[in-house]
């Protein structure tokens, strides 16, 4: 039987899981890299290489270009406003291990193109209003995704004391402690789309 000793679980688990934050290799940012100057610039260039496939064999597939019109600004938002991704939770607390390093060199680039695939393969018609639809929708929950995480952002910089939607930030001062023992605290927003989300959740 296969046998393995706690050194090669803990090797194991540490080439998974990674060992540092921000490794760098010749002065490169491991996490940056593989985030966003790979997985996240090859996502829109292949979207918009399937775009350009599916015109040159059916011309005109109004599914094609609204899924690529809404991926394209998403990308803006990424891109314009990059800094904020850095400082999302998952990217702060992530090591740069396999995992996250072949998720954004792999499944990120494989898995969130396949629906711009398929539709080279097999093209939908949606017609007009309903293509409409999907584009106001579309566009609407990628505003408030930005805005969301925004307000997030600002009342973290300003040690919750910022206005959200003209009123006083309900906040959430959440103390924690680090296994070395080193105590924290974390601003958790509850107001806002935040505060939004809340009953959302309550609900479901």
């Given at each position: 039987p296969l046998v393995?000793?706690?050194?090669?679980?803990?090797?194991?688990?540490?080439?998974?899981?990674?060992?540092?934050?921000?490794?760098?290799?010749?002065?490169?940012?491991?996490?940056?890299?593989?985030?966003?100057?790979?997985?996240?610039?090859?996502?829109?260039?292949?979207?918009?290489?399937?775009?350009?496939?599916?015109?040159?064999?059916?011309?005109?597939?109004?599914?094609?270009?609204?899924?690529?019109?809404?991926?394209?600004?998403?990308?803006?938002?990424?891109?314009?406003?990059?800094?904020?991704?850095?400082?999302?939770?998952d990217i702060m607390v992530d090591r740069a291990g396999y995992y996250i390093c072949w998720g954004c060199l792999v499944y990120v680039t494989g898995f969130y193109t396949s629906v711009s695939l398929y539709l080279v393969n097999k093209p939908v018609h949606l017609g007009g209003p309903l293509s409409v639809v999907i584009l106001i929708l579309g566009v609407l929950s990628i505003a408030i995704n930005f805005l969301a995480d925004k307000q997030k952002q600002?009342?973290?910089?300003?040690?919750?004391?910022?206005?959200?939607?003209?009123?006083?930030?309900?906040?959430?001062?959440?103390?924690?402690?680090?296994?070395?023992?080193?105590k924290r605290e974390s601003i958790l927003l509850a107001s806002g789309w935040w505060g939004v989300a809340r009953h959302f959740s309550l609900r479901s």
């Open positions: 393995i000793t706690a050194a090669q679980a803990i090797l194991l688990f540490d080439f998974y899981w990674g060992t540092e934050l921000y490794p760098r290799v010749f002065g490169l940012d491991v996490k940056v890299f593989t985030n966003c100057r790979f997985g996240m610039t090859v996502w829109p260039l292949l979207c918009l290489i399937f775009a350009l496939k599916s015109y040159e064999l059916h011309g005109f597939v109004d599914s094609m270009w609204v899924s690529c019109f809404l991926q394209m600004v998403y990308f803006t938002k990424f891109f314009w406003w990059e800094i904020g991704y850095m400082r999302t939770i600002d009342i973290r910089e300003s040690d919750g004391k910022s206005l959200i939607w003209g009123k006083p930030a309900k906040v959430i001062r959440a103390k924690y402690e680090l296994e070395s023992g080193e």
